[in-house]
């Protein structure tokens, strides 16, 4: 089994600036492409960015420029630098990775539990 455990959301004004982490433990063998997707109040839930083992990036066209995610594959942990955060920002964030638990058993799609990130006009 795989936990996801995010950190770094909360409320800030517009302009403003947050880093959201997640850190992956458990029966981890490999772990493939991690991401951040978010969901609005009454939305349906959205990539936000997702980066792959390589480090290559892709971004939802509303972040382009403003969100950058990283990753450190020694540690198993994702981050999303959330930069000039607009109002319409504000959502849960949920931390995804898609991981093999073995070298023959996967890959499985995991999430966290979700971060708020509230950003206020």
């Known amino acids: 089994q795989v936990q996801l455990v995010e950190s770094g959301g909360g409320l800030v004004q517009a302009g403003g600036s947050l880093r959201l982490s997640c850190a992956a433990s458990?029966?981890?063998?490999?772990?493939?492409?991690m991401g951040w997707y978010r969901q609005a109040l009454g939305k349906q839930r959205e990539l936000v960015a997702v980066?792959?083992?390589?480090?290559?990036?892709n971004y939802a066209d509303s972040v382009k420029g403003r969100f950058t995610i990283s990753r450190d594959n020694a540690k198993n942990t994702v981050h999303l630098q959330m930069n000039s955060l607009k109002p319409e920002d504000t959502a849960v964030y949920y931390c995804?990775?898609?991981?093999?638990?073995?070298?023959?058993?996967?890959?499985?799609?995991?999430w966290g539990q979700g971060t708020q990130v509230t950003v206020s006009s």
């Open positions: 458990g029966s981890i063998f490999r772990i493939n492409a």
């Open positions: 980066i792959t083992s390589g480090g290559s990036a």
């Open positions: 995804n990775l898609e991981a093999y638990t073995s070298w023959i058993s996967g890959p499985y799609n995991y």
